[in-house]
């Protein structure tokens, strides 16, 4: 059963989330790590995957449809969300949404080495992580 769930949810994700944080041309990928359902929080799963931006990348203004915690595995990527200002985090800085923040801005900070992220979702049970913003 687990490993339907994390087929659904991996399908899901490729299905909602992946155009939305890809860009036209963009070679940036997102790795599904893992999906699991939190014990203790009814109704609520978590998602962990990692996010590879190529040099000077970037991904359109979208909402992330959970909470959102990001950790910065290696390179630089600027984050901004509506109404805050840019923050540059650099390997090993942190940053975190709320599933009410528009993210404004999410790119590499840099036009000459890859970035990658890990990203922590706590979401509802099968809702998407990734929204669009019109």
């Not at 860009?23 to 998602?47: I, N, P, R």
């Given at each position: 059963m687990?490993?339907?769930?994390?087929?659904?949810?991996?399908?899901?994700?490729?299905?909602?989330?992946?155009?939305?944080?890809?860009?036209?041309?963009?070679?940036?990928?997102?790795?599904?790590?893992?999906?699991?359902?939190?014990?203790?929080?009814?109704?609520?799963?978590?998602?962990l995957?990692?996010?590879?931006?190529?040099?000077?990348e970037?991904?359109?203004?979208h909402?992330?449809n959970?909470?959102?915690f990001?950790?910065?595995l290696?390179?630089?990527?600027v984050?901004q969300?509506?109404?805050?200002?840019?923050?540059?985090?650099?390997?090993?800085?942190t940053?975190?949404?709320?599933?009410?923040?528009?993210?404004?801005?999410?790119?590499?900070a840099?036009?000459?080495h890859?970035?990658?992220?890990?990203?922590?979702?706590?979401?509802?049970?099968?809702?998407p992580?990734?929204?669009?913003v019109?």
């Amino acid at each position: 059963m687990t490993n339907i769930r994390l087929a659904l949810c991996t399908f899901i994700f490729v299905s909602f989330a992946l155009p939305i944080l890809s860009s036209a041309g963009a070679a940036h990928s997102v790795t599904l790590l893992k999906s699991q359902d939190l014990s203790g929080l009814k109704g609520k799963e978590g998602v962990l995957v990692t996010v590879s931006y190529a040099p000077g990348e970037s991904s359109p203004m979208h909402r992330h449809n959970a909470h959102t915690f990001v950790y910065v595995l290696e390179g630089s990527i600027v984050m901004q969300v509506k109404g805050g200002k840019p923050v540059t985090l650099n390997r090993g800085d942190t940053f975190y949404e709320s599933p009410e923040d528009i993210h404004s801005v999410s790119k590499n900070a840099s036009d000459s080495h890859n970035a990658r992220f890990l990203v922590f979702f706590v979401k509802a049970k099968g809702a998407p992580s990734v929204l669009p913003v019109k």
